[in-house]
């Protein structure tokens, strides 16, 4: 398995790059993506959600302040920037497959 954490940290800048196609391309088939307004199964209707996402924003920026690996999980602590002007903060649970491609993102507000 490629280390998980570089992953994690690839995939983060594809996200605030809001590059769709790069995102896409590190989901596994049947990911799974739950936040505090979405949830969404199947690789289609995930890539929707952050389609959604990146077209109702101007720019976002993920910072990350801490990341933490148990296994096939990393836990990320995160500052993300919206628009230049808001900052919330946020903390994901990413699961990795045996190829690295991510099977699911759980996002916590706060």
Wanted: proline letters at 1%.
């Amino acid at each position: 398995m490629s280390d998980l954490k570089s992953l994690s940290l690839e995939y983060f800048y594809h996200f605030s790059c809001k590059d769709l196609d790069a995102v896409s391309r590190m989901f596994a088939s049947g990911s799974v993506l739950r936040d505090w307004e979405n949830s969404a199964e199947g690789k289609e209707d995930v890539i929707a959600i952050y389609e959604k996402i990146f077209n109702s924003v101007k720019s976002i920026a993920v910072t990350p302040r801490a990341l933490y690996k148990d296994g096939d999980t990393v836990i990320a602590e995160l500052l993300i920037s919206i628009n230049d002007n808001e900052q919330i903060l946020v903390t994901d649970i990413i699961k990795f497959n045996e190829a690295g491609k991510i099977l699911s993102v759980r996002a916590y507000k706060g």
